[in-house]
């Protein structure tokens, strides 16, 4: 990848930015949970939210990896098969439990 690449989630870049930021925030709020010995169902509820969270973020960035990265490598004949290859290794370990 060169320094010149456009990332597909350029145009969701603020949006995907203040998620993150929302998360960090929940996770703070998780560790202040423990600090204050908050009852384990609440902290496991919490983490759920956050879990939950970061797998939009991750979906987000997979649509528009597909519909951008992998849709122009197909398109132009240059690298379809890798960037296959690349998308169904991400999708994999998405799927590990």
């Known amino acids: 990848m060169s320094p010149e690449h456009n990332h597909s989630y350029g145009a969701n870049k603020s949006a995907l930015l203040s998620r993150l930021k929302r998360i960090e925030g929940q996770i703070r709020g998780?560790?202040?949970?423990?600090e204050d010995d908050r009852y384990c169902v609440d902290?496991?509820?919490q983490l759920a939210a956050v879990k939950s969270a970061t797998?939009?973020?991750a979906l987000n960035l997979l649509d528009s990896h597909t519909h951008h990265c992998v849709k122009e490598a197909l398109t132009n004949g240059t690298d379809g098969e890798e960037k296959i290859d690349e998308l169904m290794d991400v999708v994999r370990k998405f799927t590990k439990g």
């Open 30 to 34: 998780i560790q202040k949970m423990i």
């Open 43 to 45: 902290i496991l509820t």
């Open 55 to 57: 797998h939009q973020v």
